[in-house]
């Protein structure tokens, strides 16, 4: 540990060596800048070149003992006149206090920070005048004072005093808040229990730093650690320093070298943004530190002055000549007044009773404006700010009611039966195309002359029951809008008046543009009348398609009889409120004996589909009749939908079976494919090729050949006996064939017929689309 120590120490000494020795560096740069503008004061002054003017200095130098440096601060403090005053070989005149401030300027410009800074000031204090300590705040923008810089604190002091809060009382906040600066030659006053940095006993001096325009910017604080006679030559020497040393932290904080504590013009920005009128004073103190007025800093650009005025530059001027019987009262002076003194914000919240102008009552004061609410008091460094806005409680009822009146399309009339005066509210004038101003209302009685010819009746029967019956009454009428020549609606409330006799004395109500709501109900009506001819003719059509349908697929129709085979045909129709769709089947027997087997699916609902559907089963019909095989038939069949018909497209299978040979011979045009059905197991007949009907006129088609055996049951039917949404078709093929093979409980020694196997397969197929569907079962026997 012993060992930590020495090493420590002398780190110490090192530190501090390097620290005097970047001192000594700094002063020699900033006695070679003074020595230059020296030399260029004389040169101008004496008309000297530089080689003169350097020998002149030097001479002066070595004639009055003072060293270089010293005397080139003299000589720009002092203004020449080709001559130096004598002085006594061997003797050292006083350092001017001017002097000594443009050495401790030139120094402070070359500080590499606010501590340098500080540290060059204090080189010119605290071997000069034997003071112990020098601490340098700068007013922040809260009012705490921020430690730019000290010489001579220990460190557990310089983190006690690196933030002084505006609450704390202390001499450097007391200087901050507007005290004139202090002088304690004697040490702190025993009476005075403020807390103080340095020596607590020696004598002590705070001086404010101020900008050129007076505006506070901080607080200097020297400390000695035993009495000090503040001479006025002393007192001279450190308000010339502070002088000084305010110049150098301006021009430092305009160029950004060290921080600003005190933002004011943020600060300003951020309250116009918050509130609508913000006023911000300085206060100005007479040469005891004393209030005298208040300088006005700022005027938010939205200020609505409590005095009425507008576009009066109140920068200009002091709160007193602003508002010069403020000070009695509440007014803004005497507002401003008690806040810097005690330090307690003010928040008067709703309209204000007293004028801020005058601070008298707000109706006894003539010329201050009572519109003002909301008002706030804070202290803002050696100053207050202000901020209020507009009390728009006093006429905010009327706006409201003059936004409902807009958006509603109202207009509110009084009329007087006494003294016939008639007011309406600018709405109702709008409703008319009329421009507000007196006389140009329309008495109720005349008001028949401004509607059209047809309603004159309507309005006159109004006006004339509208006293008689003594209640409420409303009545319609028509109006040319001048503006526009369009028809407007108008609706008329009014209701009657009396005294206290019960006699009429008025009348009263408004009026409504209700030509929105009369063209709704028109536009309704007449969407009502469409929509009831739509219903009735797609009721009509619907009827038709069905009637139609049932007429070339009777529902009592026999399935075809044939040597050797069962045939079974169902149609499950649509559901209930849905289209007729365009599925139909047909099953033949040929003159050559050969069953013709058919299912198709015409694309489309209603009549169209019905018409389709008709048109490819018949010309199917009358094609048969030629002999050809199925591949034909539908290849036939195409040209007559692509040549023949107009936008028919649909799916088709088409078989024929020969009893003799058991045999089907089958085609297919986009249709899905028959399901066989034998013994326990069912499967899908593979598929020949063959687009959709009526989409390609040189289609051809492919034929397929199956021979059947006794007990085989066939399947064609329509895509609607088992499309489910959202499955593929495929899918659901699949899970189609694996349901039909098994036979029903209680049946496996029997042989169901076509119509038994058709009824199952109906009421087991599962399908959600709401489409028709047909099935034919032929049963080999």
């Not at 309250?271 to 103190?285: F, P, Q, T």
């Not at 309209?351 to 801020?356: A, F, I, K, M």
Request: with cysteine.
């Amino acid at each position: 540990m012993a060992g930590s120590d020495d090493d420590m120490l002398r780190l110490i000494t090192v530190i501090d060596h390097q620290r005097r020795e970047l001192d000594r560096i700094r002063a020699s740069a900033a006695q070679e800048s003074v020595v230059a503008m020296a030399r260029g004061a004389l040169m101008e002054r004496l008309g000297l070149s530089s080689a003169e003017a350097a020998a002149q200095l030097a001479e002066l130098s070595a004639a009055t003992a003072i060293p270089l440096a010293e005397m080139a601060a003299a000589v720009l403090a002092e203004p020449l006149s080709g001559a130096v005053p004598a002085n006594q070989p061997g003797t050292r005149p006083e350092i001017t206090a001017r002097s000594a401030s443009l050495l401790t300027e030139a120094a402070a410009e070359l500080a590499a920070d606010g501590a340098e800074l500080v540290g060059t000031l204090a080189a010119q204090i605290i071997d000069p005048l034997g003071a112990a300590a020098v601490v340098v705040w700068l007013l922040g923008a809260d009012g705490t004072l921020v430690l730019l810089g000290e010489q001579g604190l220990s460190r557990g002091e310089v983190g006690h005093w690196r933030h002084i809060p505006p609450q704390l009382d202390c001499p450097a906040q007391r200087v901050a808040h507007g005290a004139a600066d202090l002088w304690w030659s004697e040490g702190r006053p025993d009476c005075d229990p403020a807390p103080v940095a340095g020596v607590p006993d020696g004598a002590r001096a705070v001086l404010a730093l101020r900008e050129r325009s007076g505006e506070l910017l901080g607080v200097i604080e020297v400390s000695w650690p035993g009495s000090m006679a503040f001479t006025a030559k002393v007192r001279q020497h450190l308000s010339s320093l502070a002088a000084g040393s305010a110049r150098v932290i301006v021009a430092r904080l305009a160029h950004g070298d060290i921080a600003a504590a005190h933002p004011k013009e943020a600060v300003y920005t951020l309250l116009d943004d918050l509130a609508e009128s913000v006023l911000v004073v300085r206060a100005i103190r007479d040469a005891d530190g004393e209030l005298a007025d208040f300088s006005i800093e700022h005027v938010s650009p939205a200020f609505h002055d409590p005095a009425g005025r507008a576009d009066t530059d109140l920068t200009r001027l002091t709160l007193l000549e602003a508002y010069p019987a403020s000070v009695t009262g509440s007014g803004l002076f005497a507002r401003a007044r008690q806040v810097l003194a005690d330090g307690v914000s003010q928040f008067v919240p709703g309209p204000l009773g007293e004028s801020l102008a005058s601070g008298l009552p707000a109706n006894e004061a003539e010329s201050a404006d009572p519109a003002l609410a909301d008002l706030r008091v804070a202290r803002f460094f050696d100053g207050v700010i202000f901020t209020w806005h507009r009390d728009y409680s006093a006429d905010g009822l009327a706006a409201v009611l003059d936004h409902a009146q807009r958006l509603g399309r109202l207009g509110g009339w009084e009329e007087n039966l006494v003294t016939g005066t008639v007011r309406w509210t600018n709405s109702a004038f709008g409703l008319f195309g009329l421009t507000p101003r007196p006389g140009a209302e329309i008495p109720l009685a005349d008001l028949h002359s401004y509607v059209m010819a047809a309603d004159k009746p309507v309005v006159k029967r109004f006006r004339q029951r509208l006293p008689e019956q003594r209640d409420t009454l409303t009545a319609t009428f028509r109006v040319v809008h001048p503006d526009d020549r369009s028809i407007r609606q108008i609706r008329v409330f009014a209701e009657p008046v009396t005294d206290a006799a019960g006699v009429v004395v008025a009348l009263r109500g408004a009026f409504q543009d209700i030509s929105a709501h009369y063209h709704t109900q028109v536009a309704l009506a007449a969407t009502r009348d469409q929509l009831a001819d739509s219903e009735q003719r797609v009721a009509e059509e619907h009827l038709l398609a069905l009637r139609l349908q049932q007429a070339i697929m009777p529902p009592d129709e026999q399935p075809v009889e044939a040597a050797g085979i069962d045939v079974a045909v169902r149609y499950r129709p649509v559901g209930e409120g849905h289209l007729v769709g365009g599925d139909w089947y047909d099953a033949l027997l040929m003159p050559s004996q050969d069953v013709l087997l058919v299912v198709g699916d015409v694309a489309g609902h209603g009549i169209d589909a019905v018409t389709g559907m008709v048109a490819a089963r018949n010309s199917l019909r009358g094609l048969a009749i030629t002999g050809s095989g199925p591949a034909e038939l539908l290849r036939m069949l195409n040209g007559v939908m692509c040549d023949l018909t107009s936008g028919v497209v649909g799916t088709v299978v088409c078989g024929l079976y020969n009893p003799d040979t058991s045999v089907l011979r089958w085609a297919r045009a986009g249709h899905l494919p028959p399901v066989l059905v034998r013994g326990r197991t069912a499967c899908e007949l593979p598929l020949p090729g063959g687009v959709l009907l009526g989409m390609d006129p040189d289609a051809t088609y492919e034929e397929a050949t199956q021979s059947l055996e006794p007990g085989d049951t066939l399947l064609l039917f329509t895509d609607g006996l088992i499309e489910q949404r959202g499955e593929s078709i495929v899918d659901v093929l699949r899970e189609f064939v694996a349901t039909v093979a098994p036979v029903p409980a209680g049946q496996e020694g029997s042989q169901p017929t076509a119509a038994a196997q058709a009824d199952r397969i109906l009421a087991t197929a599962v399908s959600d689309t709401d489409d028709d569907a047909c099935l034919v079962a032929v049963r080999i026997r």
